[in-house]
């Protein structure tokens, strides 16, 4: 019996064996043969959420295919878990396990993007630009402006940029109103601080003369967005809602080709005040003190929030599509001003640049390739891929211009999510972002918020300068005990638990804001010879 367990053993292993070399052994080899004959480069990124509800990896994108077709390479993309982003890629540094490229808001890098390149992490691709990126080059020449943002104060390109084509699509967050409520009560959109009073006042006072409308009630709310952290006072300084009309945010600004800082301003304690009123009257959601992000967007849907700050695309576009059907309605209005006609000192803005893109490593053995690759997407055969996708499917040429098919307008689930089947115009990258993205996957609603937005002039935005490392580790001291003062003492001054400014100027002064003023001022004056 155990001579016969034995042969039967060495059959099952012997089929084994023969099932491998016949199937998967091919397989293997046909695999391996034509990676041999392809060069592979790696490239570090974070899975977009909107990309990854229909892929797993970027390789199975119909974007990156074609790229890997037309340049006759293998793409292996690394995404880190996702909220594991930051811990993946300090990893990266610690270790040196670079990959090929690495794509990256770069100016975040601890010292600067100078010390990545002292580091050795990433090249300076100036030497290569000429040969290699002539798109990328042509369209830097063409564009100052944009060159002057994304190079450092010595000239060094680093990365291939994202960049947003035109101000209307860098602007995406901002006061919202219930328009239907408006109009029930009669009620003119706002422009003055005092409008703003009177509406929210008219609200509370009238709330039961609004359909549908469900208790806690409040005529004003805060929704969070990214690096406010969801604390009031981050996203004044991210929006410059309401501080604006005395002509400041609350954080670094310039003024004239001086750095400012908002709670040193003459009027900081009016803006204060302003909030205090509102919300001792019972105007404010007091949920905006405790970054209850998905209560606050519950209230929205529920009827109970007339006016709020919000997203175009994640709150508005969301609210309006839950509720179609019904006669909920929003309409973002232009930021509010002290007297009318005046116009608007800011809004919410991003640069044409982003601080975002695509470096190449020191680990990186082609650079040349890597560098076509990065370059095709500032072409119009790449400018074309990266936005719309596949021409005659997602998109047509009419009149010379580009627009989306029914296949990307009429998907059940929405065209950003459409399109995110077939490319990356929907998700910040290395390339430049088309302003028709936003005009044909918008509602109405959204289209008109952006346009009203965009009407402030938004000329005191401290511009992306670049620190030394000296000037970074020193920044960075001073203001990670300022921030986390500030913002706690912000909340206790709107919510009136404190009325002592004095006290917080005193106290900010004390933790050397002064000196980290004069450190972007340095910083600043540099950047304006670029």
């Not at 630009?129 to 002057?148: E, H, Q, V």
């Amino acid at each position: 019996m155990r001579k016969k367990r034995l042969a039967l053993k060495c059959v099952v292993s012997l089929v084994t064996v023969c099932f491998f070399l016949l199937t998967i052994l091919p397989n293997l080899i046909s695999v391996n043969a034509a990676s041999s004959s392809k060069p592979t480069l790696t490239y570090w990124c974070n899975l977009s959420g909107r990309i990854g509800a229909h892929y797993q990896n970027y390789a199975q994108l119909p974007l990156y295919q074609i790229i890997m077709k037309k340049f006759n390479v293998n793409l292996k993309f690394i995404h880190p878990p996702v909220g594991g982003e930051s811990e993946q890629f300090n990893l990266l540094i610690a270790t040196r396990q670079l990959p090929d490229m690495i794509e990256y808001s770069w100016e975040g890098y601890p010292g600067g993007v100078q010390k990545a390149i002292e580091d050795k992490i990433i090249i300076r691709l100036n030497p290569y630009l000429d040969r290699y990126a002539p798109n990328l080059k042509k369209f830097l020449d063409s564009r100052p402006d944009i060159k002057k943002m994304m190079t450092t104060d010595d000239g060094t390109v680093y990365n291939f940029p994202f960049i947003r084509s035109d101000k209307t699509i860098c602007i995406f967050y901002g006061p919202m109103i219930r328009k239907d409520w408006l109009k029930k009560l009669n009620l003119q959109t706002p422009e003055t601080i005092d409008d703003w009073y009177k509406m929210l006042v008219t609200f509370k006072n009238r709330k039961n003369e609004l359909p549908g409308v469900k208790t806690p009630f409040y005529p004003f709310s805060i929704l969070a967005y990214g690096s406010n952290n969801g604390n009031p006072r981050r996203t004044f300084d991210y929006c410059g809602f309401l501080c604006g009309a005395w002509g400041f945010k609350t954080d670094f600004y310039v003024e004239n080709g001086k750095v400012k800082f908002g709670a040193l301003h003459p009027n900081f304690k009016d803006f204060v005040a302003l909030l205090q009123k509102w919300w001792k009257e019972g105007l404010i959601d007091p949920d905006i003190v405790t970054t209850n992000n998905s209560g606050i967007e519950a209230k929205v849907l529920n009827n109970q929030i007339a006016s709020f700050l919000g997203l175009i695309g994640g709150n508005m576009g969301t609210f309006l599509s839950n509720k179609k059907g019904t006669d909920f309605d929003l309409v973002g209005v232009p930021y509010p001003v002290l007297k009318k006609g005046q116009t608007p000192e800011f809004s919410q803005m991003d640069f044409l640049y982003k601080k975002y893109g695509m470096a190449i490593t020191t680990a990186c053995k082609n650079i040349p390739l890597a560098m076509k690759i990065l370059d095709w997407a500032y072409s119009k055969e790449g400018y074309m891929a990266y936005n719309f996708g596949i021409l005659n499917k997602t998109y047509v040429i009419k009149d010379g211009k580009p627009y989306y098919t029914d296949l990307i307008l009429k998907d059940p689930l929405g065209p950003v999510s459409a399109i995110s089947k077939y490319t990356r115009s929907q998700v910040d990258g290395p390339f430049i972002g088309a302003k028709e993205f936003a005009e044909q996957t918008r509602l109405p609603q959204q289209v008109e918020a952006a346009e009203n937005y965009a009407k402030s002039k938004n000329d005191k935005w401290l511009p992306p300068v670049s620190l030394t490392k000296e000037e970074a580790q020193k920044l960075s001291n001073i203001m990670n005990t300022i921030d986390t003062y500030y913002d706690e003492a912000f909340s206790k001054l709107i919510t009136g638990k404190s009325n002592n400014i004095e006290g917080l100027v005193k106290t900010l002064k004390k933790m050397r804001i002064e000196e980290a003023i004069k450190i972007y001022q340095t910083a600043y004056n540099r950047y304006i010879k670029r």
